[in-house]
């Protein structure tokens, strides 16, 4: 999942933006100003993309673009400006943002944006490998194809590491089971979707403490599982 930093001060767009970007399928990293932003940013080096807001107080939104460009970051960047700062926009792509957006945004303008500026920055390089998703006390390969809980291995099937991996790339997000049979076992496997429970059940034996009450692997009841964690 690519890491987006949220920079925005006020809370309720900040909770708008994080819950549309999480919703497809990105990593929010929240910020409520500049300074936050920054240390955000030093800490997770793989973000791909910043969302900044201009007004802010203390440090503005293109305060922080600069510096972002400054420290030879390549990242996307998305200015979030006010309907009234026609000038901002201008200021903002000269300070090394990509685009902008102008508020009020709805949610589709603002994951169409995003998901735009992504693919045009992968374009042109080889898109980075990502071999590791993380999720709890659990790490999966996508090299090895393997699976640690807290750096120790699980010995899995073929089937229930893509279950994982469908798992811990959508977390939070509840799959009927007829989803999950197609993605795991093909769009024109004709099996049943008990098949599903089964291969469930025996994988809760293995990742959850206690298989009966699972803490990871939840069942949405009449409907199928989530990723819970
Ligand atoms: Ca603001």
């Known amino acids: 999942m690519k890491k987006i930093l949220v920079l925005e001060d006020e809370s309720n767009i900040r909770s708008f933006i994080v819950i549309n970007l999480k919703r497809n399928g990105y990593d929010p990293i ?3 100003s500049g300074e936050q932003a920054l240390e955000r940013l030093k800490v997770n080096p793989d973000i791909a993309l910043a969302l900044l807001d201009v007004m802010l107080p203390g440090i503005d939104g293109f305060e922080v673009c600069r510096k972002i460009r400054a420290s030879g970051s390549k990242m996307g960047i ?3 400006t006010a309907k009234s700062q026609e000038i901002d926009k201008v200021t903002g792509l000269m300070t090394g943002a990509d685009d902008y957006v102008t508020k009020p945004f709805s949610p589709a303008e603002l994951t169409a944006r995003v ?19 993380q999720s709890g006390p659990f790490t999966l390969n996508t090299r090895n194809r ?21 798992f811990m790339e959508n977390p939070g997000k509840a799959m009927s ?17 008990k098949t599903v429970d089964v291969n469930i059940r025996r994988l809760r034996m293995k990742i959850e403490s206690d298989p009966t009450e699972p803490e990871f692997l939840t069942t949405v009841w009449g409907y199928g599982y989530k990723w819970g964690y």
């Not at 393997?146 to 699980?154: C, H, P, V």
């Open 30 to 32: 929240e910020a409520s």
């Open 78 to 80: 998305i200015m979030l």
């Open 115 to 133: 998901d735009a500026l992504i693919r045009r920055l992968g374009g042109d390089e080889p898109a980075e490998e990502v071999y590791e998703l």
């Open 146 to 166: 393997t699976l640690d809980r807290e750096g120790k291995r699980l010995k899995l099937t073929q089937i229930e590491y893509l279950l994982m991996k469908l």
């Open 177 to 193: 089971r007829s989803d999950i049979l197609t993605a795991v076992w093909g769009a024109d496997f004709e099996g049943e979707l």
